[in-house]
């Protein structure tokens, strides 16, 4: 491969924004990125499940809460996702045949499980890439491709027994949500739901605030009839990745940056004022998975939730 030098990278950026028919691109793709709604086809979820092919999303379980991030494998992560499927489906009424709709199902891990159970999973993912794998890879699962927020609940009208939101339920609208799932739940049918709750103002807004969630769930005729904090359990996971970012990734970045300036100063020259924003951003990320920052603004909540008569 021949050398790429600092010289021609640079005419090659200031080509795209100097020459007209180039501007306009660079415009127009900026003007438009927002047109594919994330939830329709999400970079980072897509990620997720390369990293982590055990077929969930989650964060997991761990049975040992005081296990060191340095002791974890990576194989520990898949089996603390499995633990926690497990664990949600402890939560299923007794016997078999259920008619159960995962809500917002990731790459169909749950839905296969409940299928091997006996029960008879319905999967529901507005994420395009997810709905094509569960298709390709269980085609006896029915599968609902759309935000669940735009089912047409008339024609799911107390049609399922069971619905599961398993660390999904934080990117539902509940306006529109909880009124839905009393809807498409039968007499006496059951919610498991498995999220994180913002318990404070928290730096990044993932999760509902949980007192909102209780007087929107009363609001909709519904309760929690269980309810188990499982926040020690999920924190390992955090505290992998927090660690791995830290021992692994920031090292790795900065020896990017001193081996720019040693090899293409003059790009490293060109791009010194963007470091500092890419810094901002990787310790804004990096609060995210400080495991004692999100055990200060967050509860991680196993529920069992019902309608209250
Ligand atoms: C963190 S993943 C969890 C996936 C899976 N339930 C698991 O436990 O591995 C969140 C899931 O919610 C889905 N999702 C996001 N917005 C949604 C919406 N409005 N309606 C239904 N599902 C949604 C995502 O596509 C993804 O499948």
């Not at 199902?105 to 839905?111: E, L, P, S």
């Not at 990320?285 to 196993?302: E, I």
Request: charged share 20%; proline share 5%.
């Amino acid at each position: 491969m021949s050398k790429v030098s600092a010289g021609s990278i640079i005419f090659s950026v200031a080509k795209r924004f100097l020459l007209p028919w180039h501007f306009w691109k660079v415009l127009s793709l900026q003007r438009n990125r927002k047109k594919t709604e994330r939830v329709f086809d999400d970079a980072q979820l897509k990620l997720y499940a390369q990293l982590l092919p055990g077929g969930f999303l989650h964060y997991g379980y761990f049975d040992n809460p005081s296990i060191e991030p340095m002791e974890i494998s990576i194989n520990d992560v898949y089996r603390a996702q499995t633990r926690y499927a497990e664990l949600l489906l402890t939560k299923l009424p007794a016997g078999t045949g259920l008619r159960i709709l995962d809500i917002g199902c990731g790459t169909g891990a749950m839905a296969k499980m409940l299928l091997d159970m006996g029960h008879h999973p319905t999967a529901l993912t507005p994420d395009k890439t997810q709905a094509h794998h569960i298709r390709s890879t269980y085609s006896n699962i029915p599968i609902l491709e759309c935000k669940f927020e735009d089912l047409n609940g008339d024609a799911y009208a107390q049609a399922f027994d069971v619905v599961i939101t398993s660390e999904s339920l934080q990117y539902l609208k509940q306006s529109i949500a909880l009124p839905l799932i009393d809807k498409i739940l039968k007499p006496g049918g059951k919610w498991i739901a498995c999220d994180y709750f913002r318990i404070q103002e928290a730096h990044e807004k993932s999760g509902h605030f949980f007192s909102e969630f209780q007087k929107n769930l009363a609001g909709a005729g519904m309760y929690i009839r269980f309810q188990q904090d499982i926040t020690p359990n999920i924190l390992p996971t955090i505290a992998y990745v927090h660690s791995f970012a830290n021992r692994i990734g920031l090292p790795l970045l900065s020896f990017g940056i001193d081996k720019l300036q040693t090899k293409a100063p003059g790009i490293h020259y060109a791009l010194q004022d963007l470091i500092p924003f890419v810094q901002q951003k990787i310790d804004k990320n990096l609060l995210t998975v400080n495991p004692d920052v999100f055990a200060r603004q967050k509860q991680y909540l196993l529920m069992e939730i019902q309608r209250i008569k």
